[in-house]
């Protein structure tokens, strides 16, 4: 279920207008024969939280009636007064509320009197009075509230607060794409409930006769009564006192199994220094590109041309003689529309993989010189996955990625929210994994720029710890004007491992390292019982996984629910297995013995095995403060073009294709701050495509959050005339809608 709050369509507010001329058409021409009735007079307090749906938050004093017929469409007015104080009283006109009128102002405890309703239509007149509400008190709000399943019948669950006055529940669904007439959501379902209920799935037909639709946006209010007689009885007019929350949700179907639009695209590198061949004793320099918001995929033209001419000119490329390999990295993935800027993060391990893979290939087993990957955007996550697989997997070969430059990566969403957690590159990037990072980002608002410090970055200026603020530069220009004009020293000097004379010069901290990173598992799931999860095409099962100690070293079995060994260590003689339980003996053969030891169950594994294709799904909320998930897999098989996808909801967040799977237990990372406290399903699919032979295991499910140490430099706010260049450019995108695009499938 994907629950992030987006800017309510103000497309069919002309319709409603247009009924209520039509309204005012039919019957205001009569409406002086009919005499007004008016039912259901109310006033209480409100308190109601911050919503998108177009109503004012706060604690407030609420009065109005239910029905005033003839309604405001066929001419009906009217006032509020209290006293002194007069109030316009104004016509709802939505689905649910169609002859209502109401008003709502900052309560005030010392004004708690009734208020007058006074309604006029031509010559009739009606006065009516409300109650009062002296005797109540402001109400707490639910807690706990989730949303669970997709689809379109979700279920909402709450807890009432301990010791709260609550004598009744009403559930009420907004359409925050359908406004009433004075510019809210309308209300098109609404349903009262006893106080002991904590659950409502969502019917399949409204109040209203509306059903929900997939992909539309909506919002689920959720207000606790206090009545006035105490019973459950709420009519408007028994309500003292009640407490509203909002809750948005967008309806989603399910995944579509081997769904080829979910499937990573083609990736290319290619030499581009004058060089026809390699030159294995230079460094090697690779460019990695990000979003592509226009254009299309082409493995012979590169996006970053002002920073490849730059490197070359630096490089003395146009001479002939490059002091280093120039190569650029294209991937076709990064080819997303303008308004889906965080498309192509669903495919960067992917890429990143296939990238260390591919200069794995290139410089050969004997390559020792010293690497340079270079990033913009996305591309710097690619990037970081190549620097990851070239030194956990290829270690043997002596590869070593010297530096990292990151060139305004994608952390920053409309607004500065976080897209993606700075803290997510340590976890793909450990201490040790690189020599040195540097960072540079614009400091414009999204969509100008996406970037923001990250810590342990390089380099350490101004009084910013992880990255180099770039005043006044959008999200392209950090790698087409700014780090162009490094490279050729028109402001600054290019700090890289590949000429000698600049190594020296990099700025602190030279060293890439999370110490001073806190890193907190805040939840996590190692065992996999199959009964939480829904098979939604074909099934998984849970295996086991035993460990053995053995002179120091651990032997691993991995064996199935029949106890049949699926995957082992070489050592093991898979005939001389025994398992009891969560224990093991195995008889294992060392190179200097041959020994019977146990073992201990130390994991359980989800298994996933091709019958075209297998489907899970299951239903979790992400806990508040995620900035990542995580888990390992391992592809037992690696197929003939399978991939393995993540879905939370009906949103892509990962794909990995088998046959670039590097051959041992490899972790997959996915930033997600977005969806942190949001309630829905995790999919986790193995699609399928020719003979059916991929089998992979999935482990070890985290999600984590990350804080820098008390004790360690923090990472402070950009100066302040950054701040203000910020606020004053937020203006310039503050009306820009903000959408999401399901991904553009191949043809």
């Known amino acids: ?127 009516v009075r409300t109650p009062t509400i002296t005797s109540a008190s402001v109400l707490p709000f639910a807690q706990n509230v989730t949303i669970s399943g997709s689809g379109l019948r979700p279920t909402f669950n709450w807890t009432i607060p301990i010791g709260a006055p609550v004598n009744a529940i009403r559930l009420q669904v907004l359409d925050l794409e359908q406004l009433r007439i004075g510019g809210s959501a309308d209300f098109i379902h609404n349903v009262n409930l006893p106080p002991n209920v904590t659950s409502f799935t969502v019917p399949s037909v409204f109040s209203s006769g509306k059903t929900l639709e997939t992909g539309h946006r909506y919002s689920f209010a959720l207000s606790l009564f206090d009545t006035r007689d105490n019973t459950a009885v709420v009519p408007n007019r028994n309500i003292l006192s009640r407490s509203r929350s909002f809750f948005d949700f967008v309806p989603a179907v399910d995944p579509i199994p081997n769904d080829p639009s ?65 190569l650029s990295y294209q991937w076709e993935d990064a080819y997303q529309p303008l308004l889906n800027p965080w498309g192509p993060r669903f495919a960067t391990q992917n890429m990143g993989t296939q990238l260390a893979t591919n200069l794995k290939t290139l410089l050969g087993p004997d390559y020792s010189q010293n690497i340079h990957l270079v990033g913009h955007s996305f591309g710097t996550l690619v990037n970081s996955y190549a620097a990851s697989a070239l030194n956990n997997t290829f270690s043997g070969n002596k590869f070593a990625v010297d530096q990292l430059t990151f060139l305004d990566p994608p952390l920053r969403d409309l607004g500065g929210a976080l897209r993606l957690s700075a803290g997510t590159y340590h976890d793909i990037l450990p201490t040790g994994t690189v020599q040195y990072v540097d960072n540079y980002f614009g400091n414009l608002p999204f969509p100008l720029a996406f970037g923001a410090p990250i810590f342990g970055a390089a380099p350490n200026v101004l009084i910013l710890n992880g990255g180099e603020l770039v005043p006044f530069t959008t999200h392209g220009g950090v790698h087409s004007k700014f780090y162009a004009d490094r490279i050729l020293d028109k402001n600054g000097t290019w700090t890289t491992a590949v000429l000698a004379a600049r190594y020296a010069t990099r700025p602190e901290p030279k060293a890439w390292s999370s110490d001073g990173l806190l890193k907190t598992v805040i939840g996590v799931t190692t065992e996999f019982a199959l009964n939480a999860w829904r098979s939604i095409a074909n099934t998984a099962e ?112 990962w794909s990995f294709i088998g046959t670039d799977f590097l051959g041992d237990i490899m972790k997959a990372t996915i930033a997600l701050p977005e969806f942190a406290g949001q309630s829905g399903t995790l999919f986790i699919t193995l699609n399928s495509t020719g003979d059916r032979n991929a089998d992979v295991l999935i482990g070890n499910i985290a999600f984590s959050s990350y804080a820098t140490n008390t004790s360690s430099s923090s990472v402070p706010e950009p100066p302040s005339v950054a701040l203000l260049l910020i606020a004053f450019a937020s203006l310039l995108v503050r009306r820009q809608r903000k959408l999401s695009l399901p991904r553009t499938r191949r043809g």
């Open 262 to 326: 979910t499937r990573p695209g083609p990736a290319s590198l290619a030499l581009v220094s004058v060089n026809s061949l390699m030159d294995l004793t230079k460094p090697t320099i690779v460019l990695t590109h990000g979003w592509q918001p226009t254009g299309s995929y082409n493995p012979a033209v590169t996006p970053l041309t002002e920073l490849l001419n730059a490197t070359k000119a630096t490089l003395l490329c146009e001479t002939g003689t490059c002091s280093a390999n120039i």
């Open 542 to 653: 849970e295996v086991k996984e035993y460990a053995f100690d053995v002179a120091g070293k651990v032997y691993r079995v991995v064996v199935d629910a029949s106890n049949a060994v699926i995957k082992k260590s070489s050592e093991i003689a898979t005939s001389a297995i025994t398992v009891v339980g969560d224990t093991a003996t195995a008889i294992i053969e060392t190179a200097s013995a041959i020994v019977s030891s146990t073992g201990r169950k130390v994991l359980s594994w989800l298994h996933l095995k091709e019958s075209s294709p297998v489907m899970i799904g299951r239903e979790l909320t992400v806990p508040v403060g995620t900035e990542s998930l995580t888990f390992d897999f391992d592809f037992l098989n690696v197929g003939d073009g399978d991939w393995l996808t993540v879905h939370f909801g009906g949103e892509l967040l």
């Open 1 to 127: 279920m994907n629950t992030r709050h987006m800017e309510a369509s103000m497309g069919r507010h002309g319709a409603a207008v247009a009924f209520a001329a039509a309204c005012s058409t039919i019957i205001g021409n009569a409406a002086w024969a009919i005499p007004i009735i008016v039912n259901d007079a109310y006033h209480y307090v409100e308190n109601r939280s911050p919503n998108t749906a177009g109503f004012s938050a706060g604690v407030l004093d609420v009065f109005g009636a239910s029905t005033v017929i003839p309604n405001g469409g066929a001419g009906t007015t009217g006032f509020a007064t209290q006293g002194a104080r007069t109030r316009t009283l104004f016509w709802a006109g939505g689905t649910t509320t169609l002859n209502e009128f109401s008003r709502n102002i900052t309560f005030n405890p010392a004004r708690t009197d009734a208020w007058t309703l006074n309604f006029a239509n031509g010559p009739d007149t009606r006065t």
